[in-house]
């Protein structure tokens, strides 16, 4: 016999994951934290696994992961099914949760959002996070679309190629000159491994993994974090480090002589992929059509043939 899933508590699991904390997801379900624990406790028991890590804020287990996805795509089948039926409370706009890396966000992907007709009322809710980290997000259930470096589909996703993001090693002249002696005509691999750099964050091996295939090893150890793209950029052209940016960002600062290609003719492509969701959901679906028309425009896609 099938055991199921009681949806009282599948939403609450979700919204204690939401909320972060079981008193403010009681406060949210306007019931008392003791009947949001036992709900969770209950969900627990029929599943046999434990689904929440009792940290602060509260985290899903991997088993857990799978109930909150369940919960989100079962939230936007019955958001549909209301708009069909014209039941009250269908007007609600559609939320669309998407994780989206900081140069992507930058430089190409909020465009795409423009061009979603305004009938559909959409509001959109981006996490920013590094692309190799996006997915994991989509495991989580907490979004339900994102822009990764990942070719291999999350469980329950479809995925699609973008197209790939260019980047230039690149520096402020006067930097160039003091710490690479790109004027004495230095081979780049001579200096830059002891330059100063730009890093976005703890998590960025980009420079490093440029460094490492000139030298075979990482970039030096005076780095700048900078979490924004364009403070990053910023950055870069004030002359605080060299770093890997955007060829899109890069160009006018190139073309007006603030930034320098410290390796003319080289650069690093990253493909991008954007994985959603497998579920019959015409927003969705419509986000995910603008998205793929304006990657094609802005992105490097791959030569036929």
């Known amino acids: 016999m099938m055991t199921e899933l009681p949806l009282d508590q599948v939403r609450t699991l979700l919204t204690v994951v939401d909320e972060g904390t079981f008193d403010a997801a009681a406060a949210a379900l306007h019931v008392t934290p003791s009947a949001v624990s036992q709900r969770v406790k209950s969900l627990e028991q029929r599943t046999g696994r434990v689904l929440l890590m009792r940290t602060k804020p509260v985290r899903p287990t991997e088993s857990g992961e799978i ?3 369940f919960a989100r795509q079962l939230a936007r089948l019955e958001d549909r099914a209301q708009a069909e ?3 009250p409370g269908s007007g609600e706009p559609t939320r669309l949760s998407v994780a989206v890396n900081a140069d992507s966000l930058a430089t190409w992907f909020l465009p795409a959002l423009t061009r979603l007709p305004p009938g559909l009322r959409l509001c959109f809710e981006l996490r920013r996070e590094d692309e190799d980290h ?3 997000l989509l495991r989580e259930g907490a979004v339900m679309a ?3 470096s990942s070719p291999d589909p999350v469980a329950g996703c479809s995925v699609r ?5 260019r980047y230039l090693p690149v520096a402020a002249p006067a930097y160039a000159e003091e710490w690479l002696g790109t004027r004495a005509g230095t081979p780049l691999h001579e200096g830059i491994a002891a330059a100063p750099v730009v890093a976005f964050d703890r998590n960025d091996d980009f420079q490093d993994d440029f460094v490492r295939s000139l030298t075979g090893g990482g970039a030096g150890t005076l780095r700048h974090f900078v979490p924004t793209s364009e403070g990053f950029v910023a950055s870069v052209a004030a002359g605080m ?8 960002q890069a160009r006018p600062l190139l073309a007006d002589g603030r930034l320098i290609h410290l390796l003319p003719g080289r650069s690093v492509d990253v493909p991008l992929f954007w994985q959603q969701w497998k579920l019959d959901f ?3 679906g419509a986000m995910a059509e603008a998205v793929a028309a304006v990657a094609a425009e802005t992105l490097e896609q791959a ?3």
């Open 85 to 87: 039926l014209g039941m």
């Open 241 to 248: 480090g060299w770093g890997m940016v955007p060829e899109v």
């Open 282 to 284: 015409p927003a969705l």
């Open 161 to 165: 190629a973008l197209g790939r993001l």
């Open 146 to 148: 994102a822009v990764t």
């Open 67 to 69: 109930v909150v996805r």
């Open 134 to 136: 996006t997915a994991a």
């Open 303 to 305: 030569q036929p043939g």
